[in-house]
């Protein structure tokens, strides 16, 4: 098959953890006999510092015509203290996900065996959950109308959704369920938030059409503290835009490493993969950032992108592995620890030989 890939590596540890998972791409096709055709473009601060955009029309264009996206991470710490700057590097993912119409972020929740140890929670309560949060990616807050009044003084953000933005995620998060074990949390603020009220109506409306998958409500305070203390009580879990931003950092640390966490972002058009975990700029260039959530990104393109299984799976078998014989980098490491790169290569080496 021909995978036509577009590769944005972004900012900060953003080059570094692509150029590993990259490695891993390379010896997924050859294994596999794909032919494989790849192409870079610029995004986030890089973007801005070179044509001082974040998401350049080349960028977008070649986005539309590559068959799946694996991106890097945006931001720079030189825009974020400074409030008054004209354009950021966030704003180029933001343009990007709006305009490949991505409607749907998938951020798969996992605890790998032998790195319980490093959850901040206690093992019996982490051990085994494994659940899906769906953040709704294109509405809400972050897209809504915003501004200044009273010379600058009084400042808003308008959270909006319409029913067609609610009705085509939650219909997208009961499929997921109903591939999973048939249970589906929309998390919502309906005590307080007119627009929490609307996604409420329409997921009452809609949980009838699926009589097999168990629909429960709860509000995003309750399901903040419900992650930390029965996280195995999730399956799919549905939310916005904003809410769904924080509970995956939250979620994302109960595995023992924000650097374990991969996501697809799927919608109308192309689709992108990119780790959850941002361009830690203190590790950029250093060889220590961990290359597995990158990594594990690119077996979701396989999976979701190009529909190939088995080339997913043996990406996850050799992470699995990796971890398992703890040839991992200095975030996760007990003993001895591996630079970003030789972790990329042993992974790479890994699919050659199994
Ligand atoms: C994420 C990030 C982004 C978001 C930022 C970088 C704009 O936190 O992908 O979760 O808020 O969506
Ligand atoms: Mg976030």
């Known amino acids: 098959m021909k995978l036509n890939i577009a590769i944005l590596p972004g900012d900060g540890i953003g080059p570094e ?6 490695k891993v791409v390379k010896a997924v096709a050859q294994k596999f006999n794909h032919e494989l055709a790849y192409e870079y473009g610029l995004t986030g601060a890089a973007a801005i510092d070179k044509v001082g955009d974040p998401y350049p029309a080349e960028t977008h264009e070649l986005c539309m015509k590559s ?34 119409g991505l409607y749907a972020n998938i951020r798969p929740v996992e605890t790998f065996e032998s790195l319980l140890h490093k959850s901040p929670l206690r093992r019996e309560l982490v051990e085994g959950a494994n659940f899906v949060c769906i953040r709704e990616l294109t509405g809400g807050i972050y897209f809504g109308e915003k501004g200044r009044k009273d010379n600058g003084n009084t400042a808003f953000d308008t959270n909006t959704y319409t029913r067609e933005e609610i009705e085509r995620i939650l219909k997208l998060a009961y499929e997921f369920a109903g591939k999973r074990n048939n249970k589906l949390t929309v998390v919502d603020k309906a005590n307080v938030l007119e627009s929490s ?22 509000f995003v305070d309750n399901a ?27 979620a994302s640390v109960i595995t023992g490493s924000l650097g374990l966490l991969p ?17 830690y700029p203190q590790a950029a260039g250093k060889d220590i950032a961990n290359p597995i959530a990158t990594i594990l990104s690119a077996a979701m393109m396989f999976e979701y992108a190009f529909n190939l299984t088995g080339e997913g799976k043996i990406i996850r078998d050799a992470v699995a592995a990796s971890l398992a014989e703890g040839y991992v980098t200095v975030d996760i490491a007990e ?8 972790v990329g290569d042993w992974i790479a080496a890994w699919v050659e030989k199994n």
């Open 17 to 22: 953890i692509v150029e590993q998972a990259m």
């Open 67 to 100: 068959d799946a996206v694996l991106f890097g991470a945006i931001g720079d710490p030189k825009f974020d203290n400074n409030p008054k700057a004209p354009v950021r590097p966030e704003q180029g993912l933001l343009a990007m996900r709006k305009k490949l």
């Open 197 to 218: 009220r609307l996604w409420r109506e329409v997921a009452q409306e809609m949980a009838p059409g699926y009589p097999d998958i168990k629909t429960e409500y709860m």
């Open 224 to 250: 903040a503290m419900q992650i930390i203390q029965w996280p195995k009580n999730f399956d799919v879990m549905v939310t916005e835009n904003m809410f769904g931003d924080i509970l995956t950092d939250e």
């Open 263 to 279: 996501s697809a972002s799927i919608g109308i058009h192309t689709s992108v993969f990119e780790p959850i975990h941002g361009s």
């Open 335 to 342: 003993g001895k620890s591996y630079k970003t790169s030789e």
